[in-house]
């Protein structure tokens, strides 16, 4: 699928984009036109994808991408079809290319492209307050309503029935059915990643979405980032209290309830059903299994499985610590 | 005392509000006229109740509601004076049963009846910034300040003396004299309490109000729930930092101060005199005790008597934490 | 140097200054012109300045001030050359003297001295969305952006190449080059630091201010308080994620990296290249040293020296964390 929202500048040679990194080998590389980068699951045959750690392996095996940026150690797990491009770090030499694709995901500033709500035709039944701009590119389904200072920025659509509050800042995001979002979220903007080079830290690009699904309600004063390669997703009926922040490339379930002051961090993903007491926090790159309970104020390491109560700092089953702490 | 902000439907004839529980019984009740539903202590003869849970049960034995929705093991606390509706679940019944007394309770979206203040005529010497809106049903006192786009949604009754920062949103509020809001607040909407039916979440009304007493100071940031069946509380010359979350029903006393980023979640009453350090969770529904300190980071998950000093997570006597973690 | 925003009111003759504190000795002060008040190590022989905790025993004695005001047990610290005010509280005689030297310190109320931007002349190149105010004595350098909504209030400076967010409130500040502020930031209030006295809270002033060096960025949400005597400083190449409370006189040294919702209490001291993990705290008053490492959670009470990796709460060498939850 095309990106929703960035644009990709496509097709470029491959020779262009060894160029950005770089790139020098003693093997010689035939021209060729790439049409995406994208990850090794959803990769194509016109694609050029990464793989920079071992944890991906199963993954690498059946990626269908024609070339793949790559270290020395790992080269080894690439089927035949693929070809490496060796370099000596895989994810910033993925972010340069990706910035090549996508050269607009780059810039965050606040959207100046924007009108007043009031000279623009929604749905006759749009509720809205005062002092409401919109950028280019955004949708609002039937029966919405909007709420004082709220600033939908481009690349937004939004479906029926949604209730936005006052103050709320949004961009890059998918709302759909039966929404309600509060006053003071902050929505879609880039996450939180980069890499520290010398004189400065290099931010990677996001050409990620929110995606926020039916009957959700995300508290006062949220903040969601948008992805980095992939989407950050909130599941049907989860609701989120005040005061959460939620990484980017963070997937969760649906129907889970987190309580105020939550913090997810980047790329772990919440099962179904999940239950997560407040100003609990949870690491990055975790996988969080579904009707799991975490405990308020807990600090979770590691990936949980299915079914399991946790609590504590590092959380552990609750009988435990509650045990180990009466 | 009538509900000063939300109003009440009244009377609602007893078999009709039967009828929205879908209430069957062999027991036959004579129809008569209830006025309201209140709490097991300040029901009179002519209200409804709940009873759902043993920790009540000091309430329940004076009180003075003609009716009261409970279930069948709890049935036999209730006086002689007061009859028993018995219900499968007692909470979202009474849910059920406040929705038809207070209908406007469930409706939290943005309040669309709002005027610019330089329309309305407040104290003269009101001074107040730009872009600022005022619902219907409020009140300013003498020598108060407004910052730039602020909101005063309905139903908000500030007092003398009382400085407001920008970017505020109040509803549903009460606020004494000497009080500063800073920047960002969010203050008196609904709280995070539902219950889990299928396919979504049932959200109860919220038609208790915030009240911040004299002297106070909330920092930025902060979001102060408003309560559901009582008001939330904030008491006299209590100071809150930054980013701090209240939950709906909590009562903090007197001259509390209260550090960046705490949350404390539903129901919980704090005592006075407490001092609670920057980043602690204190559980719902305890009792903190009058004159305690409480660490910064503590997770409070259990009632504390007055005049301790606790640390950790869970909270223990701050001598007993100090000496495990040298 | 003089104080760059708030206006000192000097000189002050010694004795109105001892009037103030109700000084009663048995010794007499030769009348004599203060012209400001500092801490130990920037006071001159035309200052006064304050010593009221052993800490800062080393300070004391080169100190250049003429006059000091401390305790009794203290008195023997000083040198020669400093004469001694003994006083009850030496902190809030301090601060009684503060606002006496910078009395404008004092009101944090919002500012309603501003200016549509439209009306005002910056540079050509200055990129504004709707809706900004602008107080007096802000200076803002080529090349910037500035979203919508966003409050500058009086005494802010910003250099050049600096992207602003939308419904950010600046006061007190100063931005150096190529800095990012995201959406909803709250930058220099006054912090919340006051001494308990009868019937309320005594707030000292603020007569310092937040500076924020070159290539920062600041996530959403962010809180960060003007100092009291000294600036809080964040170093370049600083990046915040959001929802960050950086507490008064906090100083942040070069290169860190600090993910979502950490808080850091007043006056502590962040080294260089330091990583802070999500939600992590730090208490007030701790030096914490260069390249540290603190995983995120954890609950820092005490300072830590260079080049250390610790997590936990309270938090202490990583691979003891581990080992010991394993």
Chains 1, 2, 3 share one sequence.
Do not use: W
């Not at 994808?49 to 944890?55: A, L």
């Not at 929505?187 to 979405?209: A, C, Q, S, T």
């Not at 799991?292 to 600090?299: K, L």
């Amino acid at each position: 699928m095309s990106n929703l929202f960035f644009k990709c500048i496509n097709p470029i040679e491959l020779n262009d984009l060894l160029k950005t990194l770089n790139f020098k080998s003693n093997e010689t590389f035939k021209d060729t036109k790439i049409h995406d980068i994208k990850d090794l699951v959803s990769a194509d045959k016109d694609s050029i994808t990464f793989y920079h750690s071992k944890k991906y392996k199963d993954f690498v095996q059946s990626t269908k991408a024609s070339y793949c940026i790559t270290s020395e150690n790992l080269k080894k797990d690439l089927p035949k079809s693929c070809k490496s491009i060796i370099v000596k770090n895989v994810l910033i030499s993925t972010a340069l290319i990706t910035e090549k694709f996508y050269p607009n995901s780059i810039n965050d500033d606040f959207d100046n492209d924007v009108t007043a709500i009031e000279e623009l035709s929604f749905h006759k039944d749009t509720k809205h307050g005062n002092n409401i701009l919109i950028g280019k590119n955004v949708k609002i389904g039937s029966n919405c309503s909007i709420g004082h200072n709220t600033l939908i920025e481009k690349n937004v659509i939004i479906g029926n029935n949604c209730n936005l509050g006052s103050n709320i800042i949004l961009r890059n995001t998918i709302i759909k059915d039966n929404v309600s979002i509060l006053d003071n979220c902050v929505i879609g903007k880039k996450g939180f990643g980069f890499f520290p080079i010398k004189n400065g830290n290099y931010r990677y690009p996001h050409i990620g979405l929110v995606e926020i699904n039916d009957n959700c309600e995300i508290g006062c004063g949220a903040t969601i980032d948008r992805g980095s390669l992939s989407n950050t997703v909130i599941g049907k009926n989860t609701f989120l209290d005040n005061q959460i922040h939620i990484a980017h490339n963070v997937k969760i379930g649906e129907n889970c309830i987190i309580a105020g002051q939550v913090g997810i961090a980047g790329s772990s993903i919440i099962g179904k059903n999940v239950k997560i007491g407040g100003q609990a926090g949870i690491s990055g790159h975790l996988k969080i299994g579904d009707n799991v309970e975490i405990g308020g104020g807990s600090g979770v390491i590691k990936s949980i499985p299915n079914n399991l109560k946790v609590m504590g700092y590092p959380a552990k089953e609750i009988k435990k610590f509650l045990k180990e702490n009466r």
